[in-house]
């Protein structure tokens, strides 16, 4: 294997392993408040010194192409609008992180900064030298400072412990060693079956990569708790958040969507066979689903069963804990952004699926937002990037209410859209007095 093949295997695994986990004007750009040059400066001097750290490493030019491939990454995520920024979000990050460094005087005092990614999936991430990242989906799921003090404190035990650092060693050491270079030998000379000798070997790398992230978790949770429990927050919360992304599988994507229940309005019953399979070839250019979860992945974390244990070794007592009011605002604030940034972005299944799921629990807010979705998606299906925006439907093991929508969104022809959308804001216009529809219905009536 060759080295510019090794830096390009090297650095995809480094980018999946370090997350263990059209530029817009608009309310959560980065831009719009003045910080975009600012972040960037910050990231760009993370990355310098990344490259400085490996200044007389046996695989220091593998691995400056690695970081400088890392910098082009976070950057473009700018452009992507992968990261939003909200001032009371980034502001209680802020804060948590500075009581967790001002109580723990044995860190590294550095600068840090902290991204927020768009992302609905409960996690964070520390990239090192002071770069860290959430998930807005965290916010659905934390209630209180305490539980996001020890999710913070664990992401910053992984900075201490140099944990993104020893991942790249590793990696290097791997696409380096003498066992890569006979197997690929080996499998060269192969007649037959090339592919899934390659494959299974691969397998084997990964396992052993994902074998020593669980190492880390363990660790990380250790130093991260010995952080936390300086911090003065009631350590009964550190089991209250591990048990809470415990329970991901059971709350991801699980609400089904009651379509009667949104559509059956003004005489108009929808049209269940919208929901079935598409006969159809799948396009060759159809668009990733960036919200993927993948079960190994999250799984590359121990079970949270283990972790849990090993925190009540602590000996702590589980209390349990009602969500504060600030709270619930700050997820009412992320879910509100998820859903801004999925339809501008065109993630219309997520953020219908966001929708449907707030619909259902009576927060009428999101009335307006669904219809904006429908304005957006006529706009999609019109200019036939359907199957470039939306994935298509999947078997992929928690998606099951996400392929409905998808489904929905796929088999549904224009005339059936514009059909069902003016049913449904007619009913919420004249009958529930939603006056914010109206732009969406002049829309469809001008049509």
């Known amino acids: 294997m060759n080295r510019k093949n090794i830096v390009a295997l090297c650095f995809f695994m480094t980018w999946c392993f370090l997350s263990y986990s059209q530029t817009n004007k608009n309310e959560y750009s980065y831009s719009n408040f003045g910080k975009r040059e600012q972040v960037i400066q910050q990231i760009e001097k993370v990355i310098k ?12 030019k593998d691995k400056v192409e690695i970081y400088d491939n890392m910098l ?28 967790i460094v001002a109580s723990n005087p044995q860190i590294i005092q550095q600068s840090h900064y902290t991204l927020i990614d768009k992302n ?10 002071g770069l860290f990242t959430v998930n807005l989906g965290l916010f659905f799921l934390l209630e209180s400072d305490a539980e996001l003090a020890f999710v913070l404190s664990h992401e910053y035990a992984h900075q201490e412990l ?23 030998k080996r499998i060269k000379k192969m007649k037959y079956g090339k592919g899934t ?61 009651n379509w009667k229940s949104l559509f059956n309005v003004n005489g108009y019953k929808f049209d269940f066979t919208l929901l079935e399979e598409e006969e159809m070839m799948f396009d060759l250019d159809a668009k990733t689903n960036d919200y993927e979860i993948n079960k190994d992945s999250i799984r590359s974390h121990p079970h949270i069963k283990e972790r849990v244990e090993k925190i009540k070794e602590k000996e702590i007592t589980i209390a349990s804990e009602e969500t504060n009011n600030e709270y619930k605002e700050l997820s009412r604030i992320a879910k509100k952004l998820c859903v801004k940034t999925s339809i501008d972005h065109a993630k219309l299944d997520i953020a219908f699926y966001l929708i449907s799921s707030e619909i259902a629990k009576g927060n009428e807010e999101y009335y307006e937002d669904l219809g904006s979705l429908l304005k957006k998606l006529y706009f999609i299906k019109k200019n036939r990037l359907i199957g470039k925006e939306i994935p298509h439907p999947n ?6 209410n996400l392929n409905s929508i998808r489904k929905f969104m796929h088999n549904i022809s224009l005339y059936q859209l514009k059909k069902l959308s003016k049913a449904f804001l007619t009913y919420h216009i004249e009958e529930k007095n939603r006056k914010e529809l109206e732009s969406y219905y002049t829309f469809y009536k001008q049509l």
């Open 72 to 99: 082009v990454s976070l950057k473009g995520n700018f452009n992507d609008s992968v990261y939003v920024f909200n001032k009371i979000l980034n502001d209680k990050l802020t804060s948590i992180f500075e009581k």
């Open 197 to 257: 000798a390659a494959r299974a070997f691969l397998k084997k790398m990964n396992f052993a990569f994902k074998k020593n992230s669980r190492k880390n978790e363990l660790e990380a949770d250790s130093l991260g708790f010995q952080f936390y429990k300086k911090t003065g927050f009631d350590v009964n919360a550190s089991v209250s958040a591990l048990e809470k992304l415990g329970k991901l599988e059971e709350l991801v994507f699980k609400e089904e969507v």
């Open 395 to 400: 078997d992929r093991w928690n998606e099951e």
């Open 120 to 129: 609905i999936i409960p996690n964070a991430s520390s990239y090192g030298n």
């Open 49 to 60: 010194q990344k490259k400085d750290e490996v200044y007389s490493d046996k695989y220091k």
């Open 162 to 184: 140099k944990h993104s650092k020893a991942k790249i060693d590793s990696m290097m050491s791997a696409f380096n060693s003498e066992d890569l270079k006979n197997n690929t």
